[in-house]
């Protein structure tokens, strides 16, 4: 007997089907969010459309100035590069959808967990494979058409191309699109049969954190003010290089271009051979991943751990080094165990250590930033009292110290503020085994504390020697920034304790709500408190013409009690909580 | 480990488990002795893994007590956790260690000796057939391997009261042969086992008592001999179990899948 009277063989109707169903997922999710997170998905919305007619109106503007007389004086020939613009857009949306249906894809197809339950249902196999490809790649289309619609409409409006110009846009990002995916779905499956599905989602989104965080800051890094006419020019002349005639990408703009200045001959041409190349590619694509997957081809990986030796582990009582046979002695085996696994963990799961390269890289760049400008303050134009320039000076003296606070600040908010939710589901491990309060919190409090420590360290050691920093003031700040970064630490993980969340499957989504966020406030204004009772006694002391010694020893009495404070009180309030932690 | 043959183990006094208005757990009494094998036995959500949880300190009773080896888990919470061993019906375990190294760390938490700790783990690995796999990473096992992990990493230091929710879902019959021979052994060397099971053979054979739970409440406790004085009339296990526990919408399940 069986329920299923006709079952879904119509291949649009099951795509149809299936694209509904993520609809209803959607919906329902929004029904049931909470009323902020409701307010919050419209209010994006509205931004998303705001955005959408700035980016227009701004294209529309920018376009024009592009055709005016004045930048032929920097640009020689402006309609060249007006011509190239079609060509650079239809690339940068291909590349982009090439790299971000990657990632998607490798979600949608092996990281989901619904491909079994898709495939034994009674629909075709390319309906499941084309709502995958749909599901993936549409946010991301959405995003394309969002932002390089309004340049390649406002280029149309400006230059006043023909209305056929208008829909063919369209029509070729989406086919491109399509392309895209379908190239992106036969990498995930190559790369998924040498490496798991997991990891390389792992290293995927390691890759992408550091790339944004470095495109994102490295713009600090440029001496923009100081580029040159000339330079200018080289760079624009630069981007005329993606319209290359080899490139079926440069051949649909050159075509949108063609169609849009009447050069019908050309122009159908153009967009003709790249259109039935994007179509042929996206549907040898298609039926290739679809056989690729269902013979299980792309899930039989190559390096299997078949005759892979058993590494022989070598005597841990001769091989350790001396570092660890003191932390033996000195610590219990609790502390020592988490700090151990602590360790190991956050080095070998690369979504962690992502969020934890962030602050080196900010540190590394205002480093740079900071030992360019010579340690000097900003000059402003000249008239400030002289009492202010030389508290600024002085304060200047102890910059690094607060960039290397700030850099302590942000990696404590990870470290420190998520220690506990970060043990998740296995949390259990610990809970029933005999480890007191005080070790695990002291555990906890070395995983955050000990990295942290060192990266400010190496910071300050290396910015000092850089700006020949004196002797006794190196030392001083070593010790102001030992002690404040153990207050900062006992301070966000308490805030970690009273936030705790051990439901997560993704480290990088661990969600702490408002505790979290308030603890990161308060942590960074408990900061500045330690800075000011470390340094304001130097500064005024200074300014008072005082030996600095007495600077020094009164910043460090007043420093050092603030910061203990910090480190010893918060725990001390939080520490009923801490056996009840997962209940 | 060579407790007593007729010390108790464990014992719960009046124990019980609200989660707001929901009592998960009411008023559970009950003792496990030395070298007694206890099987746990209830419908889903009738408040096993809930007993358990609280008897391995893993749960705050709303009120009642526990004690495990003689010590209240209350008061002497650290004392009552280093004889006791747990395995979790979902063994949730680091994915980026290995099961070397989780063994190590699980060591370090129960402060063993690092030597004992080596061998010990070379033993249980070996025992579970996990030596080959024991450096790679957790989630590159399988469910089984990964079970198997978890009551290594149970064992470890060689506990006198073993919990354990489900001990053999997701392993094969050989494995599950051999968790079997393992904790009659550990049990004829002095250990309380305690297991909640769905596989009523299991309990049948292996258990020495039986507790059924239902709705929160321990509704029978006793060997199978007194089980089968309070069943009306039933044999088997699987009999009386549904007999106390109410098996009647079973019968309308089949008839529906008719």
């Known amino acids: 007997m069986s329920l299923v009277s006709t079952p879904g063989s119509n291949l649009w109707s099951s795509v149809w089907k299936l694209l509904r169903l993520r609809g209803v997922i959607f919906l329902s999710g929004f029904r049931r969010a909470r ?78 967990g619904d491909m079994d339950f898709l495939l034994s249902s009674p629909l075709p196999i390319r309906a499941v494979f084309l709502s995958k490809q749909m599901q993936a790649i549409l946010p991301n289309y959405a995003l394309i058409l969002l932002f390089g619609l309004p340049v390649l409409f406002g280029l149309g409006i400006s230059q006043g191309y023909n209305l056929l110009y208008y829909p063919l846009v369209v029509l070729v990002l989406t086919l491109l699109t399509l392309t895209a995916a379908g190239i992106a779905s036969l990498v995930v499956m190559g790369v998924v049969r040498i490496f798991p599905a997991r990891r390389v989602a792992e290293v995927l989104g390691f890759l992408v954190a550091i790339v ?78 679809e056989r690729l997957y269902y013979s299980g081809w792309a899930s039989v990986q190559v390096s299997s751990r078949r005759g892979k030796k058993t590494r022989r582990e070598p005597s841990r009582v001769t091989t350790r080094p001396i570092v660890f046979t ?13 700090l151990a696994k602590d360790f190991l963990v956050l080095r070998r799961d690369l979504r962690s ?56 600040w942000s990696l404590l908010s990870r470290l420190a503020g998520m220690s506990f939710s970060l043990e998740g589901k296995q949390y259990w491990l610990i809970k029933s085994a005999p480890v007191s309060t005080p070790r695990l919190v002291a555990g906890k409090f ?138 | 480990m060579n407790p007593n043959p007729n010390s108790t183990l ?11 208005e ?36 893993l749960l705050q009773p709303t009120s009642g007590s526990v004690e495990v080896a003689g010590f209240d888990l209350q008061e002497h919470p650290l004392e009552a956790k280093a004889v006791c061993g747990y395995l979790p019906d979902t063994p949730n375990l680091y994915p980026k260690l290995s099961a070397r190294e989780l063994l190590r760390f699980v060591g370090d938490l129960y402060e063993i000796d690092r030597d004992q700790v080596e061998r010990r783990s070379k033993e249980l690995l070996r025992l579970f057939e996990l030596s080959e796999a024991a450096d790679d990473p957790i989630d590159s096992y399988s469910h089984g391997m990964q079970q198997k992990t978890a009551l290594a990493s149970a064992l470890i230091h060689d506990p006198q009261v073993l919990m354990m929710d489900e001990p053999t879902v997701g392993l094969d019959p050989r494995s599950a042969r051999m968790i ?44 199978m001999q007194e089980l089968r004085a309070l069943g009306k009339g039933e044999t088997s296990l699987e009999d009386i179990f549904l007999s106390l526990t109410g098996g009647a919408e079973y019968a309308e399940i089949a008839e529906v899948l008719k």
């Open chain 2, 22 to 57: 929901k009592t998960a757990v009411d008023q559970v009494t009950f003792q496990v002795s030395a070298g007694e094998v206890f099987g746990f036995l209830g419908p889903n959500g009738a408040g096993k893994t809930t007993t358990i949880k609280m008897i391995v300190g």
């Open chain 1, 353 to 408: 250590l992502s969020q934890l390269v962030t602050p080196l890289i900010l540190g590394i760049i205002y480093a740079v930033m900071l030992v360019r400008r010579g340690g000097e303050p900003p000059t402003g134009r000249g008239d400030a009292p002289a009492v202010l320039i030389e508290v600024m000076s002085n304060l200047m003296l102890f910059a690094n110290v607060g960039i290397s606070l700030f850099i302590s």
């Open chain 1, 212 to 289: 944004s965080i470095l495109c994102s800051q490295s713009g600090q890094l440029g001496n923009f003010a100081e580029i040159s006419g000339e330079q200018a020019s080289f760079a624009l002349m630069q981007l005329e290089r993606i319209n290359s005639p080899i490139s079926p990408l440069a051949w649909a703009g050159s075509g949108l271009v063609a169609i849009g200045q009447g050069q019908w001959l050309s122009g159908i041409g153009s967009l003709a051979i790249t259109l039935l190349l994007s179509g042929g590619i996206f549907a040898i694509s298609l039926s290739t991943a």
């Open chain 2, 180 to 223: 079997k021979d393992i904790l009659r052994q550990l049990a004829e060397r002095g250990a309380a086992i305690f297991l909640s099971t769905h596989i009523l053979e299991i309990a049948e054979r292996m258990c020495d008592r039986i507790g059924i739970i239902n709705e929160g409440q321990l509704i029978a406790v006793g060997t």
């Open chain 1, 446 to 583: 070395l995983v955050a504390y000990l990295p942290t420590l060192i990266l400010c360290w190496i910071f300050l050691l290396i910015t000092s020697l850089l700006q020949r920093v004196s002797l006794d003031t190196l030392v001083y700040n070593l010790i102001a920034v030992t002690l404040t970064v153990a207050g900062i630490t006992g301070l966000n993980l308490a805030f970690g304790v009273i936030g705790a969340n051990f439901e997560w499957e993704d480290p990088r989504r661990i969600s702490q709500g408002a505790l979290g966020c308030l603890g990161f406030l308060v942590s960074g204004v408990c900061l500045l408190v330690c800075l000011f009772f470390f340094f304001g006694p130097v500064v005024l002391f200074d300014l008072l013409g005082s030996t600095p010694a007495i600077g020094f020893l009164v910043g460090l009495v007043a420093g050092g009690a603030a910061s203990l404070c910090l480190m010893i009180l918060p725990l001390w309030f939080v520490r009923q909580r801490i056996p009840v932690l997962a209940e």
């Open chain 1, 326 to 338: 003191l932390f033996d002695r000195l610590l219990p085996g609790p502390v020592r165990a988490i």
């Open chain 1, 35 to 112: 009323l902020r997170n409701k307010i919050g998905m419209v209010v994006l919305g509205l931004v998303l459309l705001a955005v959408l007619v700035v980016a227009f109106v701004i294209s529309y503007l920018v376009l024009r100035v592009l055709s005016s007389p004045q930048l032929a004086q920097v640009v020689p020939e402006p309609d060249r590069l007006l011509a190239n613009i079609p060509v650079m857009v239809v690339s940068l949306a291909f590349v982009i959808i090439l790299i971000t249906s990657f990632g998607l894809l490798l979600q949608a197809l092996y990281l989901a």
């Open chain 2, 10 to 20: 464990i014992q719960t006094r009046d124990l019980v488990k609200r989660f707001g």
